[in-house]
T-cell receptor, first 112, second 117 residues
Framework: AQSVAQPEDQVNVAEGNPLTVKCTYSVSGNPYLFWYVQYPNRGLQFLLKYITGDNLVKGSYGFEAEFNKSQTSFHLKKPSALVSDSALYFCAVLSGNTPLVFGKGTRLSVIA | ETGVTQTPRHLVMGMTNKKSLKCEQHLGHNAMYWYKQSAKKPLELMFVYNFKEQTENNSVPSRFSPECPNSSHLFLHLHTLQPEDSALYLC????????????????FGAGTRLSVL
């Protein structure tokens, strides 16, 4: 069965500093990986995905994620954090024809 | 706007009430999903419909009853709920469930915040 782990419940970063939100996965076949963001009182919003090709994937709002097959990781990154990036971030994995499996989420707080 | 609309946004109900949550998507998708989001818990997939047929029911109690009359509309009928059912209920849609990963990107509504007293 596929699964996703987000080891950090909370990440705090100062505005302007780089940020990383961690995600590791477990699947039996090829992984298809996603990041979603949830702002307060909103649903989840698609940020980016990895299907195949370049290990570094670029998405919305300046975010990117790096696929690392040997470490089974798909960490979300941004070179310079903004206060408006503060939100709940979800990593998700898809394998085969089953629906997405989500991690428990990581709350990012960017402090001015 | 994501193209997925959920109503109502907030709902307070007693344990003996019957109510329904509604989800409508304007994206031309064929798959629709219900999720439950509780504080400090992972997102829980409840039901999946693909081309109006239910394809997933993740051991959801019978007090939750989904209905998908067409590919654009999804309902969640609620009756005799418990206080622990209080949560944010999210609806999502995707182009297809089984059509490959590109068709499986899900678009979410803003959710219905449910409180059961």
């Amino acid at each position: 069965a596929q699964s996703v782990a987000q080891p950090e419940d909370q990440v705090n970063v100062a505005e302007g500093n780089p940020l990383t939100v961690k995600c590791t996965y477990s699947v039996s076949g090829n992984p298809y990986l996603f990041w979603y963001v949830q702002y307060p009182n909103r649903g989840l919003q698609f940020l980016l995905k990895y299907i195949t090709g370049d290990n570094l994937v670029k998405g919305s709002y300046g975010f990117e994620a790096e696929f690392n097959k040997s470490q089974t990781s798909f960490h979300l990154k941004k070179p310079s954090a903004l206060v408006s990036d503060s939100a709940l971030y979800f990593c998700a994995v898809l394998s085969g024809n089953t629906p997405l499996v989500f991690g428990k989420g990581t709350r990012l707080s960017v402090i001015a | 706007e994501t193209g997925v609309t959920q109503t109502p946004r907030h709902l307070v109900m007693g344990m003996t009430n019957k109510k329904s949550l509604k989800c409508e998507q304007h994206l031309g998708h064929n798959a629709m999903y219900w999720y439950k989001q509780s504080a400090k818990k992972p997102l829980e997939l409840m039901f999946v419909y693909n081309f109006k047929e239910q394809t997933e029911n993740n051991s959801v109690p019978s007090r939750f009853s989904p209905e998908c009359p067409n590919s654009s509309h999804l309902f969640l009928h609620l009756h005799t709920l418990q206080p622990e059912d209080s949560a944010l209920y999210l609806c999502a849609s995707s182009q297809d469930v089984s059509g490959g990963v590109s068709k499986n990107i899900q678009y979410f509504g803003a959710g219905t915040r449910l409180s059961v007293l």
